[in-house]
């Protein structure tokens, strides 16, 4: 499985982005996908998720801001990312997500995110 996220960049606060992260040698439709981010020096940490029926969740820091979306048939999810703010700064990654065993796939490089004036 190879996971490539892309599209982040540097923004000011209160900017938006889109990030992109294309999956690979999965049967991606069935799978729930999550994003994840990673600031400097702290754990990294589940930011949205989207299972397979399209449901959605979103961590409490980013909700009403963040929007998790997908495309089966491209094999990409999405997050959009309005509101951006100081803290969201980190490298964003994908993956599957999963309640009880978390993450099964190897990290890609994942996506910088830098919200700065």
């Known amino acids: 499985v190879q996971l490539q996220a892309c599209g982040g960049g540097l923004v000011q606060p209160g900017g938006s982005l889109m990030l992109s992260c294309v999956a690979s040698g999965m049967l991606f439709s069935i799978v729930d996908m999550g994003w994840y981010r990673q600031a400097l020096g702290k754990q990294r940490e589940l930011v949205a998720y989207?299972?397979?029926?399209?449901?959605?969740h979103y961590a409490d820091s980013v909700k009403y801001r963040f929007t998790i979306s997908r495309d089966n048939a491209k094999n990409t999810v999405f997050l959009q990312m309005n509101s951006l703010q100081l803290e969201d700064t980190a490298v964003y990654y994908c993956?599957?997500?999963?309640?009880?065993?978390?993450?099964?796939?190897?990290w890609g490089k994942g996506t910088l995110v830098t919200v700065s004036s």
């Open positions: 993956n599957n997500y999963h309640n009880y065993y978390g993450p099964s796939f190897s």
């Open positions: 989207i299972t397979s029926g399209s449901s959605v």
